[in-house]
């Protein structure tokens, strides 16, 4: 399959089950809202060194928000009920609860219920109060900058996570041009995060390494570097390699992001450095979901 | 949607006891044999035939029209269902209730709402004492749901109170919110004596400066988001509360009753 000129390769992106929540993080504007929740996806890339993949899925305007504050929406991925807890606990503790003017939400009404409110309250040491309104409890704690409100738990869901694909390209600035240009649109997806940096891995990873105490290396098959010294899965016209990974909240989901993505990146065309897409994947023996490319945009 | 409703023939001389009459008790059943049911008037034991003309067909909502101030323990311990008073009701109002609607036209006597669980109760009205308190010698008053009061409440309202919100349009007397272990008590109207008297734990939310009692320490003024959420769970309410108008976030607060554990809160509208 070529589209514009871009070889969309045989292939298909090999994505696993994971658990999955979403919280909504308001604050006084929506630049402290946003910092908030930045800090709260920080370090959130990929669960094997991270313990959680998290991202923002998108700014919400005062209307779309419990409190009628400018608030966003971020969503947090593991690979157990218990580690997604643990993780949920102590990013909002660290993270939200530690932010000026910030309160936090239940971005997911059902599924099974994560602590949220009900573990910081502690923090609050007595004076904490707790409020049921419209039948959810919240619970207000009393902190430096006035009072911090936070929902007693937010729904846990199964979900979806590294759903991907890959961008190879003539160079660098031209593989990052089209990421950019995928990103953008694929950030309008609901129900989905990029959890790597501004969305795009620039190192993907292999599994396994020579060296025993590594899960994962280097993608040596995909680095143009190595092009001459491994058995290289790359053409003597690319330079650079890219690779965009989702996690969503279903498979429709991402089924819809990478469709986007890829149909933004291959509207740059050959005219603009982009040569293949390709996705990633372990044979199809690890993961259950399967995302063939030519099925997606067919 | 079936209505069965029950005519007041006349006033009655002695106070009635409207227990059996709530929908999880009569689900089911057939008029002719609601008509035979029992009801207690004051020492007496009459059938409901005597006392109301009924019609109608049992389902979700019940009407009693020409009510009066001597039908007690109306929507007592009612789990669903709807029950509209035409006129007024007398004490025990939806105590214990665990569910559904009550709507009172006309005022309400002592005690309504006490130790209520959950559901609605709305009073056109006015209250009167122990609004959403408990029974005397219980510990624990009302413990969930929502009471509108669109009158004056009498004294004692939110007495023990545990959990639930309490709405007053109008007035309230003295010891409003005394004893209370939580909950939220706003009241638009002045407020009596008393206030927050041996207050535990919970909020009084006032739109006029109350006489603050000397065991409420002032916190200061602030802006509580929770507040917003507070007006947002209002706003599908037909009350004065669901009014944009009405709606602020901008408070006095006051700590106490620092003679019991102190963990309350009166919060008093700023402008």
Known sequence: MIINGVMIDETFAEAFPMKATRVIITAQNSRWAMISAQAMTGFATSVIGCGCEAGIERELTPFETPDGRPGVSVMIFATSRKALAKQLESRAGQCVLTSPTSAIYAGIEDGVPLPLGKSLRYFGDGFQISKKLDGKRYWRIPVMDGEFLAEETTGMKEAVGGGNFLILAESQPQALAACDAAIEIMRKVPNVILPFPGGVVGSGSKVGSKYKSLSASTNDPFCPTLKGKTKSALGPEIESVMEIVIDGLFESAINEAMRMGIEAVCKLGTGNGVRRITAGNYGGKLGPYHFHLREIMA | ?271
């Not at chain 2, 009924?54 to 029950?83: M, T």
């Not at chain 2, 988001?225 to 709606?247: E, G, H, I, Y």
Request: glycine share 14%.
């Open chain 2, 1 to 271: 949607m079936s209505i069965l409703t029950f005519t007041l023939r006349k006033r009655p001389d002695q106070r009635v006891d409207m227990s059996p009459l709530v929908h999880n008790k009569l689900a089911g059943m057939p008029v002719e044999e609601i008509r035979t049911l029992t009801l207690r008037l004051g020492k007496r034991r009459v059938e409901v035939d005597e006392l109301f003309d009924v019609h109608g067909d049992p389902g979700d909502r019940f009407i009693i029209r020409n009510s009066s101030n001597k039908l007690d323990y109306i929507g007592r311990e009612q789990e669903s269902g709807a029950i509209t008073v035409e006129g007024d009701a007398g004490a025990y109002l939806g105590m214990r209730m665990k569910g559904g609607k009550i709507t009172v036209i006309g005022s309400a006597g002592i005690f309504a709402a006490c130790e209520m669980q959950d559901g609605d109760l709305e009073i056109k009205g006015n209250a009167g004492d122990f609004l959403g308190g408990a029974l005397p010698g219980n510990k624990q008053g009302m413990k969930g749901g929502t009471v509108l009061v669109k009158g004056n409440v009498g004294q004692r309202a939110g007495d023990h109170m545990r959990r639930g919100i309490i709405l007053v349009e109008g007035s309230a007397g003295d010891y409003c919110g005394s004893r209370m272990t939580a909950g939220t008590i706003a009241v638009m109207g002045d407020t009596g004596r008393y206030l927050g008297y041996a207050m535990k734990r919970g909020t009084l939310l006032l739109w006029k400066q109350p006489n603050v009692p000397p065991t409420f320490n002032d916190c200061g003024s602030h802006t509580l988001t929770f507040l917003s959420l507070f007006f947002a769970s209002m706003r599908n309410s037909d009350s004065k509360f669901s009014d944009p108008v009405a709606v602020f976030n901008r408070v006095r607060r006051y700590g106490g009753d620092m003679s019991s554990s102190g963990r309350g809160e009166i919060l008093v509208k700023i402008g």
